[in-house]
Nanobody
Framework: QVHLVDSGGGLVQAGGSLRLSCAAS????????MGWYRQAPGKQRELVASITSLGSTSYVDSVKGRFTISRDNAKNTMYLQMNSLSPEDTAVYYCNAKLLVQQYWGQGTQVTVSS
């Protein structure tokens, strides 16, 4: 069982920045893939960014060049640095971990970007 706690959301003006954190209850070295998803009202949850245990990253096109995903194995924490935020980024952000055949979710953190 993996317990994930995500945090760092809030209200920010367009053009601003936020850093989300996802703290895991186990060593993240053993987690194959970690990622950040988001879900805006009335929309499906979408994968925003992911990072493998080897450090390979991928991003949805809409955030490329603005968001950076990273992981600190020593702290068992994954991050999402979000810059140049726009109102279209407003959503609940969830961290996700895939371990073998199981996947786990954080409770979600609200990001609201005002215009």
């Amino acid at each position: 069982q993996v317990h994930l706690v995500d945090s760092g959301g809030g209200l920010v003006q367009a053009g601003g920045s936020l850093r989300l954190s996802c703290a895991a209850s186990i060593s993240i070295r053993s987690i194959n893939v970690m990622g950040w998803y988001r879900q805006a009202p009335g929309k499906q949850r979408e994968l925003v960014a992911s990072i493998t245990s080897l450090g390979s990253t991928s991003y949805v096109d809409s955030v490329k060049g603005r968001f950076t995903i990273s992981r600190d194995n020593a702290k068992n924490t994954m991050y999402l640095q979000m810059n140049s935020l726009s109102p279209e980024d407003t959503a609940v952000y969830y961290c996700n971990a895939k371990l073998l055949v199981q996947q786990y979710w954080g409770q979600g953190t609200q990001v609201t970007v005002s215009s």
